[in-house]
């Protein structure tokens, strides 16, 4: 009978420009906040697993595992990096996951952190693109803005969605971000302004796109046995991870995100639940058209219908399928970290705790993207 899991403490940094504190202070931060939210202490800590993307890159440090549990004072812990990209948060939480199933650990911290702007803008968005294809994509000057452009002009054509539709995305998750603490924005946008932003890549402007952040975000996980010690911990229902082509001119479809279906299906048979019993979701809007993907790769809506479920405005924290309540990506999107704070978000939406709280939710899912779609992993989370 395989083990059951739960998530009994989150913490996480605010997201933004971080000048004044390092890649340890932000990982050091999100740990400490998650074992106090736990209630226990370090010491209780058998392991850590930390999602980053490109430290190297972005920071010139590599060997993370053992940096954050030195810096955190867990050493001598096994400590391991995951990394897959902008999945790389998910990735850790993942292998947190499995490694308690197989009854080696106990209690076990997930983290995912990144700093991304000790570099310039240009230097971050060529260390983004390193988990593209180098060969196809990376040598023709192409950036994930303008694969993401690619998709969306792709969907565009194939399902009629308007410039106007799509802008309704970010308009949506300004909304939803503008009373969230962690936030790298607190301000509201409206439909003209995202389609009258500074062009990225054509069609996608300034304001359709996630931020460049530091930031950083820890959750404690335990065994059920040990979820008996704690109050309201949220269970693991089900996890799914799956692959799919680096370079965006070997796929089947621009229009669909296959690794997101494979990794969805997975997920929800384990969880042994359908699509229409996700009371709450935080999905991978990376760029506005990820949002649209997802919708449909996550079967929240048929293929080639999101601009219904956008119309519809039930993705609002009030509609009937409340997707990024706490603004999502377009909040901040520090790259190896996103997965975890995902997590953090939809914890604290089961726990009945959340800023923008969603009203009864008792499943929750998260759904974290690596590059344009190269690793998708899904989780399903839910309350006794
Ligand atoms: C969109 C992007 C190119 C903007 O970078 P930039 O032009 O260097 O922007 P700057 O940092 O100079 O910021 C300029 C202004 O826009 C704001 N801004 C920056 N990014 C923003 C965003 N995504 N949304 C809203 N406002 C943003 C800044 O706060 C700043 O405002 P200010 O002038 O009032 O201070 C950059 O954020 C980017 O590449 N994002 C995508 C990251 C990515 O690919 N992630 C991986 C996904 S797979």
Redesign the pocket.
């Known amino acids: 009978m395989p083990k059951r899991v739960a998530v009994v403490g989150v913490g996480c940094t605010k997201m933004g420009e971080h000048w004044d504190k390092s890649l340890k202070d932000l990982s050091t931060e999100a740990g400490a906040l998650a074992l106090a939210d736990a209630g226990i202490d370090g010491k209780d800590i058998q392991a850590l697993f930390i999602g980053n993307m490109s430290a190297g890159r972005f920071i010139g440090q590599e060997h993370l595992g053992a940096m954050a549990a030195d810096q955190a004072g867990l050493t001598p812990i096994p400590a391991t990096r995951c990394e897959a990209?902008?999945a790389s948060g998910a990735l850790a939480f993942r292998k947190a996951v499995n490694a308690i199933k197989a009854g080696e650990y106990d209690i076990v911290v997930a983290a995912g952190a990144e700093k991304m702007t000790d570099i310039k803008?240009a230097g971050?968005?060529a260390a983004?693109m390193g988990?593209g294809d180098q060969e196809w994509d990376g040598s023709i000057g192409l950036?994930?803005?303008g694969l993401?452009a690619l998709m969306a002009r792709a969907y565009m054509e194939k399902h009629g969605l308007t410039r106007e539709e799509l802008a309704e995305i970010p308009v949506k998750n300004h909304k939803h971000g503008l009373n969230n603490p962690y936030a790298q924005?607190n301000f509201e946008v409206k439909k003209e302004d995202v389609i009258n932003a500074?062009k990225?890549a054509d069609p996608l402007t300034?304001?359709d796109?996630?931020?460049?952040t530091d930031g950083a975000a820890a959750v404690i996980l335990v065994s059920e046995e040990y979820a008996k010690r704690f109050k309201n911990p949220i269970w693991v229902l089900g996890s799914g991870q799956a692959s799919d082509t680096l370079a965006l001119q070997n796929r089947k479809s621009l229009t669909e995100i296959s690794s997101t279906e494979f990794a969805a299906k997975k997920a929800y048979e384990e969880a042994g639940i359908k699509p229409e019993n996700v009371d709450v979701a935080e999905v991978h809007d990376?760029?506005s058209i990820a949002e649209v993907m997802a919708y449909e790769g996550l079967g929240f809506c048929e293929k080639g219908k999101a601009k219904d479920l956008i119309k519809s405005k039930d993705t609002y924290i009030d509609g009937k399928m409340p997707v990024n309540p706490d603004g999502g990506l377009?909040m901040g999107?520090p790259?190896g970290a996103t997965g975890v704070k995902q997590i953090v978000e939809i914890v604290k939406q089961l726990r009945g705790t959340a800023v923008n709280q969603v009203k009864d939710a008792r499943i929750g899912l998260t759904h974290n993207?690596g590059?344009?779609g190269a690793t998708a992993i899904v989780h399903i989370f839910g309350k006794e």
């Open positions: 990209a902008c803008g971050a968005i983004l988990a950036t994930f803005a993401y924005f500074s990225i300034l304001l796109c996630s931020p460049i990376c760029f377009k999107h790259v993207i590059g344009s």
